[in-house]
């Protein structure tokens, strides 16, 4: 995957309960509840990065082979793009 990753759609809302991430759409009026993990890909997202380097850095910072997390992160990408909650690419 060499698609950059994000940026997050301006109109997102975004408030941070713990280390989980509350993501709110007031275009469709749809909350997301990120996890943990899923709130530290949706801080990488920022279009800088592809989804092989968040996979990487995370492996990095959880102390894990990038094979054991490969899966959580592409469908947590996917939920993303298919949340319209990131800009442009496709996962």
Known sequence: MSNRLGPPRSHIIESEIG?????YDPTTERVVILNTTASDVWRLADGQHTVHDVIKMLAR???VEPASIRDEVQTT???LMEEQLLEGGES
Do not use: F, K, T
Request: no cysteine.
């Open 19 to 23: 280390d989980e991430i509350s993501l």
């Open 61 to 63: 910072a959880y102390q």
């Open 77 to 79: 990408v996917e939920r």
